[in-house]
């Protein structure tokens, strides 16, 4: 019996996709648990809608850090209404930080995050990519790169971005949930395990915190594939006992082959 029927993943947040990988026995469907854009930590920077292909002269010029007097006004108002999912405000606002300068890192940050959480992946991945380039260090872009991957890239693409991320942040939580579940694609469940036993210690450490029930589950995904099956019904029942969704259903199929 296949494991599809009992795998219903709760995606936190406003950013929801699903992730499908096989391996031939058994055939597992991997969970895709994201983190919501807006408990992101909130970056010093911020940016505007209209992204268009720099200009090989642009990409050349060092990068802009804005300087206006009321530049610091304009991000805090930008981020508070963006996490009220007050869009329409957030967009009057971050297009007023596009006019100060599209090349600073605050309108290439806040544009960013703005698109993703309009829905516009499309136009999100070229923006995102264009902040990096400007600036290839910067925590909102490679953070939201890789979440975003999770939703819309290929398998490469997806752990490439998690990759790059914690090449810089080695510590992030989010970029390591995404390092994990591409490594479970991969069937290198013994190193999703690794992740997550970490992320279990230090949950709550890097200014989030993943809901505890969900990590317990996603361990005990990588502990099935891995072949630690008496293991992996521990941490569904604890998941269970929370009414995580599925982990009953999933406890019951794990006892049935004890």
């Given amino acids: 019996m296949t494991l599809l029927k009992y795998f219903s993943i709760l995606v936190v947040g406003l950013i929801i996709g699903w992730s499908f990988a096989k391996r031939q026995s058994p055939e597992i469907v991997l969970p895709v648990v994201q983190t919501p854009l807006q408990s992101l930590p909130t970056p010093t920077a911020i940016?505007?809608?209209?992204?268009?292909?720099?200009?090989?002269?642009?990409?050349?010029?060092?990068?802009?850090?804005?300087?206006?007097?009321?530049?610091?006004?304009?991000?805090?108002?930008?981020?508070?209404?963006?996490?009220?999912?007050e869009l329409p405000k957030a967009k009057a606002l971050v297009d007023e930080i596009g006019q100060i300068s599209k090349d600073s890192k605050e309108y290439n940050e806040a544009i960013t995050r703005f698109l993703i959480r309009s829905g516009d992946s499309e136009s999100a991945v070229p923006a995102l990519n264009h902040c990096l380039e400007l600036y290839p260090k910067s925590k909102s872009c490679l953070t939201d790169l890789s979440s975003i991957e999770m939703q819309v890239g290929t398998r490469?693409?997806?752990?490439?971005?998690?990759?790059?991320?914690?090449?810089?942040?080695?510590?992030?939580?989010?970029?390591?949930?995404?390092?994990?579940?591409?490594?479970?694609?991969?069937?290198?469940?013994?190193?999703?395990?690794?992740?997550?036993?970490?992320?279990?210690?230090?949950?709550?450490?890097?200014?989030?915190?993943?809901?505890?029930?969900?990590?317990?589950?996603?361990?005990?995904?990588?502990?099935?594939?891995?072949?630690?099956?008496?293991?992996?019904?521990?941490?569904?029942?604890?998941?269970?006992?929370?009414?995580?969704?599925?982990?009953?259903?999933?406890?019951?199929?794990?006892?049935?082959?004890?």
């Fill in 156 to 258: 490469d693409e997806q752990l490439k971005a998690a990759q790059n991320c914690l090449a810089i942040f080695p510590e992030s939580p989010h970029c390591l949930n995404d390092l994990a579940i591409g490594r479970m694609h991969e069937g290198h469940f013994p190193k999703a395990v690794s992740i997550y036993e970490e992320l279990m210690k230090s949950n709550g450490s890097y200014g989030f915190r993943f809901n505890i029930e969900m990590l317990h589950a996603q361990l005990g995904y990588a502990l099935e594939g891995a072949g630690r099956i008496s293991e992996a019904a521990e941490q569904f029942d604890t998941a269970c006992r929370s009414h995580w969704q599925g982990a009953c259903a999933k406890l019951e199929d794990l006892r049935q082959k004890f």
């Fill in 47 to 85: 940016s505007s809608v209209q992204v268009q292909k720099p200009q090989a002269s642009t990409l050349a010029q060092k990068p802009v850090q804005a300087e206006h007097s009321n530049l610091d006004a304009l991000v805090k108002n930008f981020w508070s209404e963006l996490n009220n999912n």
